[in-house]
């Protein structure tokens, strides 16, 4: 059975030291050898930023999506081919800013996959501006005076569109976040893992001190339960997103593939896609 360590290739990450995406991919890995499949049945797609170069350090089948749009290759993926595991990642910015329409309409059609964001509250591989998540007075190089928007709810969001499975990791835990991983890998539907992952180099207000101080474990939440969509509703408004640890999951809502007619006949993949001459050749005289 294949190990954390087979999952990880020889391209050494070029991230900043001390970034918060080194624990995720730690957890990831993990995550990936406990489901018990191999290298080869793993499709991680990811987006644009320092998140977005993971798919390269992975020691499995990569896709490296343009800008936002890591979501639809990753669903289209999943369809044609339902041996494969997907797992699509990306950061705040491309998930939440660009891909913001990709995503709603990925958490409420409910395809079988995984969607881990990598959130540090700013865009940091175009060297520091605010993005969709940037907490309210939050200074970058694009919000000189301090950001005047409020952050995005993602989590809140994620709930409002239909998701079947909403979780938050912190990457300094990286045990947590593997059971989350996992837990999203098992789920029947689409699973929306968010985890805190601190930009050590252009973030220095949400920090790994920030987060420890401010996140509450929902395990430590007397009577907590993650499948009543109210009172995750309630405790994310209560602790305003500042939550880790399973949020919600519907384990009775059929997936999207469950209901495609004609998925559970021959997969596009396997499928003979070839055109008969005949049939090639009466097409083009339509034309003619």
Known sequence: MATAKDFQNHIKPNWC???GDFGVQTAIQRAFAASGREPHEFMFVSGIGCSGRMSGYLNTNGFHAIHGRALPVAQGMKLANRDLTVVAAGGDGDGFAIGIGHTLHALRRNIDMTYIVMDN??????KGQASPHSGLGFKTKSTPYGVIEPPLSVLQLALAAGATFVAQGFSKNPEELTAL????IRHQG??????????????????????????????????????????????LLEHEDLVTGLIYQDGKKRSYQELLHGYSATPLVAADLQLPRETFAELLGEFG
């Open 121 to 126: 509250q700013i865009y940091g591989l175009t």
């Open 190 to 235: 689409f699973s929306f893992i968010n985890v805190m992952s601190p930009c050590v180099t252009y973030n220095k207000v949400n920090t790994y001190e920030w987060f420890t101080q401010h996140l509450t474990s929902l395990a430590d939440v007397d009577g907590y339960d993650a499948t009543s969509k109210n009172q995750a509703l309630s405790t």
């Open 181 to 184: 991983i996992a837990a999203g």
């Open 17 to 19: 030291p001390g970034c």
